[in-house]
Nanobody, 130 residues
Framework: QVQLVESGGGLVQAGGSLTLSCVAS????????MGWFRQAPGKEREFVAA?????????YADSVKGRFTISRDNAAKNTVFLQMNSLRPEDTAVYYC??????????????????????WGQGTQVTVSS
């Protein structure tokens, strides 16, 4: 059974940093795409960032470009990280890890499509105070 477990959320002041982690288990994820989405109260779940199986293909939402960095472990390829810098109050949301059984070797906007993701975590809360 596939399981995704996020950690690292919390409360931080505007301008601060947090790093989220997500560990996937239950099958091999060596060629899968891993991503992060977020959902604020009353809003749709939106794409944040995604990374391909080699780690070379990365795709970001415009709202986080230059502030957030996605990475994944090179060995087991079952852990994905999201380094979040220069956090803003509008980044407040529940952040979800997701896995898509599609391999991307180059950055492509399809990596941001919610519909390609097959597995989802339970989410971790990030709150940015002003």
């Amino acid at each position: 059974q596939v399981q995704l477990v996020e950690s690292g959320g919390g409360l931080v002041q505007a301008g601060g940093s947090l790093t989220l982690s997500c560990v996937a288990s239950g099958r091999s994820f060596s060629t899968d795409t891993m991503g992060w989405f977020r959902q604020a109260p009353g809003k749709e779940r939106e794409f944040v960032a995604a990374i391909g199986w080699t780690g070379g293909a990365k795709y970001y939402a415009d709202s986080v470009k230059g502030r957030f960095t996605i990475s994944r472990d090179n060995a087991a390829k079952n852990t994905v990280f999201l380094q979040m810098n220069s956090l803003r109050p509008e980044d407040t949301a529940v952040y979800y890890c997701a896995v898509a059984m599609e391999a991307f070797t180059t950055s492509h906007r399809a990596m941001g499509a919610k519909g390609i993701y097959d597995y989802w975590g339970q989410g971790t809360q990030v709150t940015v105070s002003s």
